[in-house]
């Protein structure tokens, strides 16, 4: 808001009008804040609210440690090299929905290479 004179009541009466106007866009409904940097930011809590960079280096925390222990699991038995994949026999297991294991079984394609078939054991 540019500095005006005020001079009469009426003046008086169209500032505070202003200043009620900007105060309602600052404290009521959702800003849009594109292109701004918010400093000292709270924590989101709604679904479309910003987030922290911190909220984003704990998500990635939490989603890195389950990654590291699938890892360390297939580690030594899926190896990929050049494009092809090497699975270790017998050390693979994979699961249905209710924890039955599947049997695979290489099978010739008939063009120099294999597929996989997989079995309920």
Same mark, same amino acid.
């Given at each position: 808001?540019?500095?005006?004179?005020?001079?009469?009541?009426?003046?008086?009466? #169209?500032?505070?009008?202003?200043? /009620?106007?900007?105060? =309602? !866009? *600052?404290?009521?409904? /959702?800003?849009?804040?594109?292109?701004?940097?918010?400093?000292?930011?709270? +924590?989101?809590?709604?679904? +479309?609210?910003?987030?922290? +960079? &911190?909220?984003?280096?704990?998500?990635?925390? $939490?989603?890195? @440690?389950? #990654?590291? $222990?699938?890892? /360390? @699991?297939?580690?030594?038995?899926?190896?990929? =090299?050049?494009? /092809? #994949?090497?699975?270790?026999? &017998? @050390?693979?297991? *994979? +699961?249905?929905?209710? &924890? @039955?294991?599947? !049997?695979?079984?290489?099978?010739? =394609?008939? $063009? &120099?290479?294999?597929?996989?078939? $997989?079995?309920? #054991?």
């Amino acid at each position: 808001m540019a500095s005006r004179n005020i001079t009469t009541l009426q003046d008086v009466i #169209v500032a505070i009008g202003l200043i /009620n106007n900007i105060l =309602d !866009k *600052i404290t009521t409904g /959702n800003q849009d804040l594109h292109g701004r940097r918010i400093v000292n930011a709270g +924590l989101s809590i709604n679904k +479309l609210d910003y987030i922290t +960079l &911190g909220e984003v280096e704990i998500a990635i925390l $939490a989603l890195a @440690k389950p #990654v590291r $222990a699938f890892m /360390n @699991k297939i580690d030594g038995v899926i190896s990929i =090299d050049n494009g /092809n #994949v090497t699975i270790q026999p &017998g @050390k693979l297991r *994979i +699961l249905d929905n209710d &924890g @039955k294991v599947y !049997k695979l079984t290489p099978v010739d =394609d008939g $063009a &120099g290479g294999f597929v996989v078939k $997989a079995e309920l #054991v």
